[in-house]
């Protein structure tokens, strides 16, 4: 599950970590967008570059390389699918005519591959920075601070909270299944699945349980009393913040520029073949 | 001055056919600490419920006869409403708390009903002075252990200021040091600030000896009320099933071989003083 | 017999839980594991069936070291009754929930409805054979559970924390149970926080800090030792309060259990006269 480490926050801090979440969140879908609007390798790999001093900054070198190595296999499963169709229909997107027959469309074909999956990687890459740098709670604090109903926010906040206790409990239930004689680890495919029976009902029924309690307790401190509810922290937009805005919205406009006026050439058409 | 007064009250929860608790007729006085106990299933759980509006509000079924809290009549008046009068603490510390650090729990209360946050500020601050955990404030709930975790849900309660405090067996998952500690703060409460509590436990030796009233239920029922003292002493209670502490049942084993101590202990430190003064004595 | 060598175990989090544990349990032993939340004493435990294994030492069980066995294998023997009975229950009627386990050791299907019928009869639950275990209240779930490990009548019985959340007449019920067993001729390893249900056991108490065992021996020898108690942070029995505060009269003070501070203060009593 390496993908996910390297999307799980970890308690550090830098200058990144203490970014508002709304302008980090920002900058990373102005990445995204410039990722789509360019689809030649060179353009790509620029993007790459972009969030690199970011992870430099926040210090998470070893989470974000972690969750890049995790995208890997999806990374190459999207490579070869862009090869193949590339190769079996070329006229979709690329200007070859016919099929593809010289060194020189292979080589457009592999570049055109490449940058796909060099546009999904700088995906994983910007996203990654984001959840890495940015705390559950102060996520939670953004969504509320977006206008998005309490519900939503605390539903979210409440999961992550819960996501370690059931964790932990999911090995209790796998421990006392294990000390009755319950083997997880032989038998076919469907016995496997059989076998874990066992672990999910014993799961279910308390997470069941378990929201039972939790509506107990918020319904017995004043849950849905008032329309409006206040908030014991507050985000403020500090400096820092406000420059990460400028310079994104600066990054955009010079994309949409490039993107409407200046055609960026492919690698092959760099070297002219 | 009551604050809590029923008159033969009845519940049953919905799709059951008994019903869990019968003609339940209580007052509990301001400043009372009153501890409730009973065998597992006597009720305590559900009428404890019917205190701060999760019965019927939240649980519906049939609720009868007269309850009134803090002056209001529960039926009449959403759950909320009574939050700000009666807090409720639960057995399991794990499932009361939701968010991600100390001291946002301990605001939930406070945010819900839309406290400015200065005040928030303030409240939250003292809450957790009084409860001993200031240092715990920005930590996350899953550092903790069952103790503290317990006193964070205390806290909690106590930030909304509520004139009754209502702890369902809230140290089952504590060791007795853990316990102590958590009896010692609503204690505190009790005593420092006047707020009435009702403790359901069954350990009563530990918890005891703050307390100046013990009710005794038994099958829906209440079967018994009275001071530590009459309780522990009481046949019936024993009959019940009512764990009595065994400095009490010392001092009936020599009362029944005819060696009467001063007057009933409740606690060691009162057993060893009475039996003092008679060995000393002869 | 359960043998413990110069057991430490670390969990993969870091923590080091045991440093340097050695014990041994005989066959029959009644076994009381005492000491604060956090002492080690449910990890020491968890090593008796495999659950863990050590990270450096041996734990063996008859001879044969727990590193060679699967938690499966191992709980044949040793059957380990878990804190929540609401982490082990799944089937659809208290019945199936008792043959789980057995069926899962592999037992012929008449040894089965013999061993399911006397587990139900042992536990007093009878007329549950046919009701859905999350119907039954949660005194009723523990029988349940317990039933569930006894059904395949293993040699050492484990319990963690069996009287939490239990009232008065529970745990005497309880007490009793344990007793018979251990009168059985089973090996019982008790993991307790209670003070009052050991004194009233009387069985051998190993108290447990901070990873290590402080001391063993005799219940009234262990629980009345006053500086042991300060530094495992127990709370005495009662009784052996008493007698600790009167300790400057001369009075003996192992006394645990209330009969006997009867008969000592009747006797003291009659000297003076």
Not at chain 2, 25 to 36: E, P, R
Not at chain 2, 80 to 95: D, S, T
Not at chain 3, 78 to 106: R, Y
């Amino acid at each position: 599950m390496s993908v996910f480490e390297g999307f799980k926050f970890r308690t550090v801090t830098s200058i990144i970590h203490k970014l508002d979440p709304r302008i980090k969140f920002f900058f990373v879908t102005v990445l995204f967008v410039m990722a789509i609007l360019f689809n030649t390798l060179p353009a790509l790999i620029v993007l790459f570059f972009i969030p690199l001093p970011f992870v430099f900054l926040a210090k998470v070198n070893r989470q974000w390389l972690r969750s890049l190595r995790g995208a890997v296999f999806l990374a190459v499963f999207i490579f070869a699918t862009n090869f193949i169709i590339g190769y079996f229909y070329p006229n979709q997107s690329t200007e070859i005519v016919g099929s593809v027959d010289t060194l020189v469309e292979y080589i457009i074909i592999l570049e055109r591959s490449t940058a796909m999956t060099l546009r999904f990687v700088v995906l994983i890459a910007s996203f990654s920075i984001f959840f890495l740098t940015t705390s559950p709670d102060h996520l939670g604090l953004a969504l509320q601070q977006s206008h998005i109903p309490y519900e939503f926010c605390f539903a979210f906040t409440t999961a992550v909270r819960f996501v370690p206790v059931l964790a932990d409990e999911a090995q209790t239930i796998m421990d006392a299944q294990k000390a009755r004689g319950l083997e997880l680890e032989r038998g076919n495919f469907l016995k496997r699945v059989r076998n874990y029976i066992p672990i999910l009902i014993p799961l279910i029924v308390n997470a069941i349980r378990r929201s039972l309690e939790l509506a107990e307790a918020m319904e017995s401190r004043a849950w849905g009393a008032s329309e409006k509810r206040t908030n014991l922290y507050v985000l403020k937009l500090k400096r820092a913040d406000y420059i990460l805005a400028a310079v994104s919205v600066l990054m955009l406009t010079i994309a949409i520029f490039i993107w409407i006026y200046i055609p960026i050439p492919s690698l092959t058409q760099l070297l002219s073949l | 001055m009551s604050v809590i007064e029923t008159k033969e009250l009845m519940y049953t929860y919905p799709g059951a056919t008994n019903s869990s608790i019968q003609n339940v007729s209580i007052t509990i006085n301001k400043g009372d600490f009153v501890i409730l106990t009973g065998p597992s299933g006597c009720g305590k759980t559900t009428l404890c419920r019917c205190f701060n509006g999760l019965i019927p509000h939240f649980y519906n079924g049939t609720l009868e006869g007269e309850i009134v809290v803090a002056g209001l009549n529960v039926v009449d008046h959403k759950i909320y409403e009574f939050a700000r009068h009666v807090g409720l603490v639960f057995q399991n510390p794990e499932n009361q708390l939701f968010a991600l650090s100390v001291e946002k729990d301990v605001a939930f209360g406070l945010e819900n009903v839309a406290m400015p946050r200065d005040e928030m500020r303030k409240r939250v601050d003292w809450a957790l002075k009084i409860t001993g955990i200031s240092e715990l404030a920005e930590r996350a709930p899953d550092e903790l252990s069952g103790g503290q975790q317990q006193r964070v849900a205390i806290a909690s309660v106590l930030a909304m200021q509520p004139d009754i405090m209502i702890l369902d067996e809230p140290t089952s998952f504590l060791d007795p040091l853990g316990a102590q500690t958590i009896f010692e703060v609503i204690n505190e409460f009790n005593k420092k600030l006047g707020i009435t509590i009702i403790l359901v436990e069954h350990r009563l030796d530990l918890a005891a000896k703050y307390a100046n009233r013990v009710i005794v239920m038994d099958d829906g029922k209440i079967a018994l009320s009275g001071s530590p003292k009459e309780i522990f002493t009481s046949e019936e209670a024993r009959l019940i099933g009512v764990g009595i502490p065994k400095t009490t049942k010392l001092y009936q084993h020599l009362l029944q071989r005819g060696i009467k101590l001063r007057d009933v202990p409740v606690t060691p430190d009162q057993a060893a003083k009475f039996l003092r003064e008679v060995l000393m004595h002869d | 017999m359960i043998e413990v060598k110069n057991l430490h175990f670390t969990y993969s989090t870091g923590i080091e839980a045991l440093n340097g544990i050695n014990l041994t349990i005989d066959d029959g032993e009644f076994l009381a594991v005492m000491g604060q939340n956090g002492a080690g004493k449910t990890t020491l435990v968890k090593h008796f069936n495999g659950l863990l294994k050590p990270t450096t030492g041996e734990v063996l069980v008859d001879g044969i070291s727990t590193r060679e066995l699967s938690v499966a294998k191992l709980a044949r023997n040793v059957g380990f009754v878990f804190q929540n009975p609401d982490h082990q229950l799944f089937s659809e009627t208290v019945e199936d929930e008792i043959a789980f386990a057995l069926k899962n050791f592999g037992f012929e299907e008449n040894v089965i409805k013999k061993q399911v019928d006397w587990a139900l009869n042992l536990l007093d639950i009878v007329q549950y054979r046919k009701t859905s275990p999350f119907m039954l209240s949660g005194g009723e779930r523990k029988r349940v559970a317990l039933a569930s490990i006894l059904a395949w009548d293993p040699k050492v019985v484990i319990l963690d924390e069996p009287t939490i959340g239990q009232d008065h007449q529970q745990k005497e019920k309880l007490q009793q149970f344990i007793l018979q067993l251990n009168a059985q001729k089973k090996t019982v390893v008790v993991v307790t926080h209670d003070v009052e249900f050991v004194a009233e056991c009387n069985p051998r108490v190993l108290v447990m800090n901070e990873g290590k065992i402080l001391s063993e021996g005799l219940a009234e020898k262990i629980l009345t030792n006053k500086e042991l108690i300060e530094q495992a942070s127990i709370v005495p029995p009662q009784i052996t309060q008493i007698f600790l505060e009167l300790i400057d009269l001369g009075l003996p003070t192992d006394v645990i259990d209330v009969h006997e501070a009867t008969k000592i203060l009747l006797d003291r009593l009659r000297k003076n006269s």
